[in-house]
């Protein structure tokens, strides 16, 4: 049986406050992690302007959010491996490269996201120029 205690409930809140120091961590020292979030923020701001239906957001979120979640794991991935063999390595390389892959695996799948989201309603908006 768990029990309500003031020093579970502490913890559980110290433990959003660990993510968001991870997630601003990351944001500081990756470039790769700032590219995609503006991405995002454009991408955000495109959907609104466009009047996208909820469904269509939630494509946009799902993409972002694998996108963002992944390099978060690159990001601790590269730092794990740097700390524990700060030499290179083979096997280092391999496990850096293969996050990496995961990365533009995601962001590939954020671009595909994108046309899909976004094909009709830019022809729509382009052909409302050209009448």
Do not use: Q
């Not at 559980?12 to 990756?30: D, K, Y």
């Not at 730092?79 to 995961?102: F, M, N, R, W, Y």
């Amino acid at each position: 049986m768990v029990k309500n205690t003031a020093a579970g409930h502490k913890k559980f809140w110290h433990s959003f406050r660990f993510a968001a120091h991870g997630i601003a961590s990351a944001f500081r020292s990756e470039l790769n992690m700032k590219v995609h979030s503006c991405f995002a923020v454009v991408v955000l701001v495109a959907a609104a302007v466009f009047h996208l239906p909820p469904s269509r957001w939630m494509l946009l979120l799902l993409a972002i959010t694998l996108v963002l979640a992944t390099e978060l794991l690159n990001t601790a991935i590269e730092a794990t491996i740097d700390l524990v063999s700060p030499e290179i390595h083979p096997l280092a390389k391999i496990a850096k490269d293969t996050a990496a892959g995961a990365v533009l695996l995601t962001a590939v799948f954020a671009v595909i996201t994108g046309i899909y989201v976004f094909y009709v309603p830019v022809i729509d908006w382009i052909s409302g120029f050209m009448s």
